[in-house]
């Protein structure tokens, strides 16, 4: 009897295991949800960032000085690495924090409360027929928060939540942390496997011979893999913190990249000579920095205390009265 007949006159559990292939082939998407896509994201953020620490104390920074001849140097540079260690821990902890905290951007509450008729119909203002709500310039639904979002970018599948107006320093600074943690690791690893097992250990296909016929230890080659994993990550967090700069310099988001839009650059060039506008565009990058990022103070002190979090121009202003 044909598997169509049968799915008309029978239960789920009554079918073939080859009918049930058959069915979930007819109906299911392969291609995986967005919010698989953000579960696993997360995931490997977080998993790789534990194991980091977990394998810096507990294997790699102890093999690393095992070698010292001056005892007090061996602890002096074990304990600053351990330092070293923690700091970027926490610091990619709290930028995720706050990059995850995206519940600022959101429009929830109608923007026209309190604003004149001709600010929300001059250009720019919308209105989103899913929030059924007034939203102001440079803000884009996103279906995945199920909101609007000010001055949107994207939606970060690392963190679960869209990069908006008050949090894309705070992305760019966990994407500094995250690179820089990256290489640190890869470079205690490497220099771990390369003094262990050699540099013929580099590759995967001999090192998984190597580990099956019991030349070598298994945790060797989940550290190589972990090592693989920690170059994805820090080539990722490079080429997405370098896409950011440019994009703010610009007076962009990358929505409006994507769309060709630079409505927004603060460049004013009046055309009357190279000099003055060379001068202009330098005024420019540095304001539409300042506008996405803070002042450079603010932005550097982020960046180096991990826990602060500043203001940006116009933070004063709410949207959800």
């Avoid at 260690?85 to 709290?94: I, K």
């Avoid at 963190?159 to 690179?179: K, P, T």
């Avoid at 550097?300 to 709410?318: E, M, N, Q, R, Y």
Wanted: hydrophobic share 40%; with cysteine.
């Amino acid at each position: 009897m044909p598997a169509e007949k049968r799915r008309s006159k029978t239960s789920w559990q009554n079918l073939t295991l080859q009918e049930k292939f058959q069915q979930h082939w007819e109906t299911r998407k392969f291609e995986p949800s967005d919010l698989t896509i953000t579960r696993f994201g997360v995931s490997f953020v977080w998993i790789n960032t534990i194991c980091l620490v977990v394998e810096g104390f507990a294997i790699l920074l102890p093999h690393f000085f095992k070698d010292e001849i001056n005892s007090d140097t061996q602890i002096t540079g074990l304990f600053l690495s351990k330092v070293a260690t923690v700091y970027l821990f926490v610091g990619t902890v709290f930028q995720w924090w706050y990059l995850r905290d995206g519940s600022a951007d959101k429009v929830s509450t109608s923007a026209t409360d309190g604003l004149s008729k001709s600010i929300v119909s001059s250009e720019g203002w919308k209105f989103c027929t899913t929030c059924k709500l007034h939203c102001p310039p440079r803000s884009h639904h996103c279906s995945l928060c199920n909101a609007c979002i000010l001055k949107r970018d994207h939606h970060c599948f690392f963190s679960g939540s869209c990069v908006g107006y008050h949090n894309q320093r705070h992305f760019i600074i966990f994407l500094v942390y995250a690179c820089i943690a990256s290489i640190y690791g890869v470079f205690m690893q490497g220099a771990y496997l390369k003094s262990e097992e050699g540099y013929s250990y580099f590759f995967p296909l001999l090192a998984v011979w190597r580990t099956v016929t019991r030349q070598s230890y298994l945790i060797h080659l989940i550290l190589l893999l972990h090592l693989c994993l920690s170059i994805t990550l820090a080539v990722a967090s490079a080429s997405f913190a370098s896409w950011q700069v440019r994009i703010i310099l610009k007076g962009q988001t990358s929505y409006e990249a994507m769309k060709g839009s630079i409505k927004y650059s603060k460049f004013k060039g009046d055309g009357s000579s190279e000099k003055n506008n060379k001068k202009a565009k330098k005024c420019s990058f540095y304001k539409n920095f300042e506008s996405a990022c803070g002042t450079p103070l603010a932005f550097s002190l982020c960046l180096l205390v991990p826990v602060v979090k500043t203001k940006l121009p116009g933070d004063g202003i709410k949207w959800d009265p």
